[in-house]
Nanobody, 126 residues
Framework: QVQLVESGGGLVQAGDSLRLSCAAS????????MGWFRQPPGKEREFVAA????????DYADSVKGRFTISRDNAKNTVYLQMNSLKPEDTAGYYC???????????????????WGQGTQVTVSS
């Protein structure tokens, strides 16, 4: 069992930056691939970024590529999402998730993730 707690969301202006953090409980954090997903108001959940168990492989949605960076610190049981050049369309609830199966693969499929956090809200004003 893994418990995930996100933090770092807030209200910012377009062009600003935010760094989200996701702290995981347990001693097996390095056994999981981690992902960030978001759900804009009135829309379906969508993939944002993922990182494999050792940080050697990452993947990004086209909409955030070049602006967002996912990273992890296995010693601190934490995964991060650095978000730069934020746009109003980035407004969403952001959720981190942990994937137990195939942790060497940074997957995009939310259904493959086993544990989810409660989310943190990011609002970008124009």
């Amino acid at each position: 069992q893994v418990q995930l707690v996100e933090s770092g969301g807030g209200l910012v202006q377009a062009g600003d930056s935010l760094r989200l953090s996701c702290a995981a409980s347990g001693r097996t954090f390095s056994s999981y691939a981690m992902g960030w997903f978001r759900q804009p108001p009135g829309k379906e959940r969508e993939f944002v970024a993922a990182i494999n168990w050792d940080g050697g492989s990452t993947d990004y949605a086209d909409s955030v590529k070049g602006r967002f960076t996912i990273s992890r610190d296995n010693a601190k049981n934490t995964v991060y999402l650095q978000m730069n050049s934020l746009k109003p369309e980035d407004t969403a609830g952001y959720y981190c998730a942990a994937k137990r199966r195939s942790p060497w693969y940074a997957g995009r499929d939310g259904d493959a993730y086993d544990y989810w956090g409660q989310g943190t809200q990011v609002t970008v004003s124009s």
